[in-house]
């Protein structure tokens, strides 16, 4: 069976790709069924992590064996081959990006493909004390660093042994080196959702800072946990309004990334609320993602994937693969199906990447 075969019959009436941008690509992306442009490509780097955080996975995790995983040389082929399809933005994640060997020679490949405008990367920060400088040499844009509370025994019943000093330590090396600074916390009922949430949003008054706050998604092995800990964007809000006054909403509303921006009065940072439950955006969504073991997934709350890989493995030539990624796109789900009880159960937070 063929490539084309697999296809639906829309995308396989499309010419196969030749030249630059792919044919059925449009400068800026991969048009799916439902009128979206998808132009912005989440990329795990690996499937292990240095934390256990309770909301991501559980405790006894077990890490693909690395020959399942893409190489470097892999990883640069398919980002390549989504820069000629018409993606523009690249973000690193993982598990925890900063454990694969070699990060800011990668960001630093990238940086010269044609059509990739930015790089940006979220992390837990542990290792930013000594990577930042480098990645930032090496023309990553942003980070994005996940802190869930600054008390050092609550941050450590979240990500069961971190140590907040480290974290800390990332933020200020990231301050330090130019780049602009993201704050991402997990909202977990009964860990961080009272005091903690109001100490981030505290940080925003004297810091340039955006710190965002993160419903927590339910995911397969782990759902029942995370289903049981959800606070919902209304809820936090009017939490962080009685502790530190108003919160008000900037642009208009209008999302920035997937996350609605508010502010504390006359404070220097904003505050994010990314509410993929509550509020969900997916009429908005631009994404893909391609996990570490090469698989080319449409929604981050659905099980499709298409393995990419294998093909590549094989010896597939850059037009087949890239009529397999578009007419895999073509037939990205619309959104997730939480509200009817519809899990993904596949894979885990941190082997998708968020
Ligand atoms: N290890 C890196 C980190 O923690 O920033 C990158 C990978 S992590 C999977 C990416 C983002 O997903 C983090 O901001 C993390 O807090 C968030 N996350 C993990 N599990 C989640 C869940 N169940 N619901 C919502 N966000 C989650
Ligand atoms: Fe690791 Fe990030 Fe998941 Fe925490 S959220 S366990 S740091 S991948």
């Known amino acids: 069976m063929s490539i084309r075969d697999t296809m639906n019959p829309v995308a396989r009436r499309l010419p196969l790709a030749g030249g630059r941008p792919a044919a059925g690509a449009t400068a800026s992306g991969v048009q799916d069924r439902f009128g979206r442009t998808i132009n912005y490509l989440r990329v795990s780097l690996t499937d292990m992590c240095n934390l256990r955080c309770v909301y991501c996975m559980p405790a006894d995790m077990k890490f693909r064996p690395p020959a399942e995983l893409m190489q470097d040389a892999e990883l640069l082929r398919l980002i390549e081959l989504f820069g000629a399809l018409g993606f523009r933005k690249i973000r690193y994640t993982g598990g925890e990006p900063t454990l694969r060997d070699n990060l800011p020679g990668l960001v630093c490949r990238v940086a010269q493909f044609p059509g990739i405008e930015a790089q940006a990367m979220t992390t837990n920060g542990l290792l930013l004390d000594q990577l930042a400088a480098p990645l930032k040499e090496a023309g990553l844009q942003r980070v994005n660093i996940s802190i869930d509370s600054l008390d050092p025994q609550k941050f450590r019943r979240m990500t069961r042994w971190g140590n907040l000093r480290d974290v800390l330590a990332g933020i200020q090396a990231a301050e330090r080196v130019g780049f602009e600074i993201k704050l991402n916390a997990v909202v977990v009922r009964g860990f961080n959702d009272q005091a903690d949430a109001v100490e981030l949003a505290r940080l925003t008054r004297e810091h340039d800072w955006q710190v965002r706050y993160i419903e927590i998604m339910p995911f397969g092995g782990i759902h029942e946990f995370q289903r049981g800990h959800i606070v919902s964007e209304d809820e936090l809000r009017a939490t962080i309004g009685s502790a530190l006054g108003p919160l008000e909403l ?91 009880n519809q899990f993904a159960t596949n894979r885990t937070m941190s082997e998708i990447g968020g």
């Open 250 to 340: 900037q642009d208009d509303g209008k999302l920035d990334g997937e996350a609605r921006i508010f502010r504390l009065r006359g404070a220097r940072g904003t505050l994010g609320f990314i509410s993929s439950v509550t509020k969900p955006f997916c009429a908005g969504c631009n994404r893909a993602r391609l996990t570490a073991d090469g698989k080319l997934r449409l929604c981050l709350l659905r099980d499709k994937e298409v393995d990419l890989l294998t093909p590549l493995r094989a010896g597939a030539a850059a037009p087949d693969l890239e009529a397999l990624i578009r007419a895999n796109i073509w037939d990205k789900p619309w959104g997730h199906g939480l509200e009817q």
